[in-house]
């Protein structure tokens, strides 16, 4: 989807999947210590970047459109964290290497096969030694609950797909489930999720 069309997406007042923090990146608060370097990648309005900017990390938020950053940058300022934010396309945008501790991928799923190859190839390259992914989205079945994420089973995650994408990485934690969420309008109800952890061991 062009940054145009998520622009549009992001036009309102509101916060389009809230202001809170996505519930699975709370539940690994544990594995975050303060001054690591984390990127959320694709951060839209910036409810993960700014929550782990206030755990203590020093957080690049990565995002295609200008009017998320806008509402991003403002809630940062509301919590009193501060952020790096930087407006790329993540198919053009250069990841480097060993740069960051944590890796953000919170529902990412807008990436066509190709460009999530891309994308997944560029998490594991700038992810130092030891660096952690913390991975969630949803698995093919979300199309039957239709509560969030594209209409397009090629853009869905697998377990299977998953252990093949990060076979390379130390996989501390991989679940799909089915649970309700609340995020903003755009993720709502009961939906087929799935979850990962797992640690750069070059």
Aim: with cysteine; net charge negative.
């Amino acid at each position: 989807m062009s940054s145009f069309l998520w622009d549009e997406r992001y036009a309102g007042e509101d916060y389009l999947f809230g202001t809170e923090p996505n519930a699975f990146l709370v539940t690994q608060r544990h594995l975050l210590k303060p001054d690591m370097s984390c990127l959320a990648v694709a951060d839209g309005e910036g409810r993960n970047g700014v929550w782990l900017a206030q755990q203590g990390l020093k957080v690049l938020s990565v995002e295609a459109s200008a009017v998320a950053l806008d509402k991003a940058k403002k809630l940062a300022q509301q919590r009193g964290v501060a952020i790096d934010f930087e407006q790329a396309d993540l198919a053009q945008w250069q990841w480097g290497e060993d740069r960051f501790d944590v890796v953000a991928a919170i529902f990412i799923q807008f990436a066509p096969p190709a460009l999530r190859e891309q994308m997944f190839a560029g998490i594991k390259r700038c992810l130092k030694p030891g660096g952690l992914l913390l991975l969630q989205g949803y698995t093919p079945r979300q199309l039957e609950y239709k509560t969030g994420g594209p209409p397009a089973a090629e853009n869905m995650y697998t377990e299977p797909m998953l252990r093949n994408a990060f076979g390379d990485m130390e996989i501390l934690h991989l679940r799909e489930h089915d649970d309700l969420v609340s995020e903003g309008t755009a993720h709502r109800g009961m939906s087929a999720l799935i979850d990962m952890v797992a640690r750069n061991g070059t």
